[in-house]
């Protein structure tokens, strides 16, 4: 064998293992050099098949592509993209999922949201209850007649002028309005004509983009007619007219305008979020709320003397009597909003009494779709509280 091609074994042999040739004189340089000329002489070891292993696995990875995936997208991922929750005794707060930093970057609660608003936000415009002695003994007799109507589940509020007695059952739970939330849509038209923003004279013309079904028959009236907001809020009130309504909130500047004043009347729990007619039950308050903005129609620092006449007047002649009116006393006089959807009816209004009292009644029902112990249910709970406010006090 040449020379030169022994000396390169050597070296070689010499690099992969320097004790047993370290007779050879070339230098060793570098501990990288050595590894490379190690790996490149020495063969490698094949890793042993380890069939628990690999059928470990191969269980593992079956089991989260065919129950992980799937339920994390069904039950997560999906009702984020289409807003819908697959489970109805699941409540998901998707606002707050969606937005989680209105936990943080806010300056003031909105409709029970955190939410920002500009700095220095005026004093609400209306003026809360003010409560004195709660009516225990005719709160008593209103959950006995709802013990007899179990699939009813009521919201009632009772307040007294006079004496600032009350009577509070789920009065802050949130119901779907119905027709009821017609009540702030006219004192927000009415605080708007204060304002000079228009005129109880203004006329608009009706179009199929205003046309509702469900109560009221402007639906069938031909397009093009003309009708002045007078005519308008009369036949929301009296007839509870819903096309008349959504021209009333598109006059106003949408359901957007409605709410913020709401807001700026200083009522957190009512919400306007569907044109009418709203049968999902979207729009929603409470008897709390619904009786605050009662009692500010006698408040003279929120309406005027001319504003109150014409709501009073509306209010006054509502065609349906079939609730609460049919619980009163001879001689009593009734100025009130209905509202009915089927799973939710309600009346809210205040009783004059021929003796000169006056009190807020607001009694909400939720019942199965159409019952007739709906309205059962609240022309005895009506003839109750007349009963107490006519003879105990």
């Not at 609730?323 to 209004?349: C, R, S, V």
Request: proline share 5%; net charge positive; glycine share 6%.
């Amino acid at each position: 064998m040449p020379k030169m091609a022994q000396k390169q074994i050597n070296t070689i042999r010499n690099y992969a293992n320097p004790q047993a040739y370290s007779y050879v004189n070339v230098p060793i340089k570098t501990t990288r050099t050595r590894k490379r000329i190690q790996n490149a002489v020495q063969p490698k070891k094949r890793k042993r098949f380890n069939p628990l292993a690999q059928l470990v696995s191969m269980i593992f990875f079956a089991c989260v592509g065919y129950f992980i995936i799937p339920t994390v997208f069904h039950d997560i991922s999906l009702p984020l993209l289409t807003g819908k929750q697959n489970y109805s005794h699941i409540k998901t707060d998707y606002y707050n999922l969606l937005f989680p930093t209105t936990n943080y970057l806010s300056n003031t609660i909105f409709q029970n949201r955190r939410a920002l608003a500009p700095a220095g936000t005026k004093k609400p415009l209306m003026t809360p209850i003010y409560r004195t002695e709660e009516l225990t003994i005719l709160e008593k007799s209103l959950r006995e007649l709802m013990a007899k109507y179990p699939t009813i589940k009521p919201a009632i509020t009772v307040w007294d002028f006079n004496t600032g007695k009350y009577a509070d059952i789920n009065g802050s739970e949130i119901y779907p309005a119905a027709s009821i939330i017609k009540v702030p849509v006219l004192i927000s038209l009415f605080k708007s004509i204060e304002a000079n923003k228009l005129s109880i004279y203004d006329e608009m013309y009706l179009t199929n983009y205003y046309k509702a079904a469900g109560s009221g028959n402007l639906q069938y009236h031909s397009n093009g007619q003309k009708y002045t907001i007078d005519q308008l809020a009369k036949v929301m009130i009296q007839d509870s007219d819903n096309s008349a309504t959504n021209m009333l909130m598109s006059k106003l500047g949408s359901m957007t305008s409605v709410n913020s004043d709401l807001r700026s009347w200083g009522i957190k729990r009512t919400y306007v979020k569907t044109w009418l007619p709203d049968l999902k039950g979207t729009n929603y308050t409470t008897t709390n709320d619904m009786a605050t903005m009662l009692f500010n129609l006698d408040n003279p620092t929120f309406l005027s003397i001319n504003s109150r006449e014409y709501i009073v007047d509306y209010m006054s002649h509502v065609k349906n009597d079939r609730l609460i009116p049919q619980g009163l006393g001879e001689g009593a006089t009734f100025l009130h909003k209905t509202g009915d959807i089927g799973t939710m009816l309600g009346d809210a209004g205040i009783v004059f009494m021929p003796n000169g009292k006056k009190y807020i009644v607001v009694i909400m029902a939720n019942r199965p779709y159409n019952s007739p112990l709906g309205k059962t249910f609240i022309q005895q709970a009506s003839k109750i509280i007349y009963t107490y406010m006519s003879t105990v006090y």
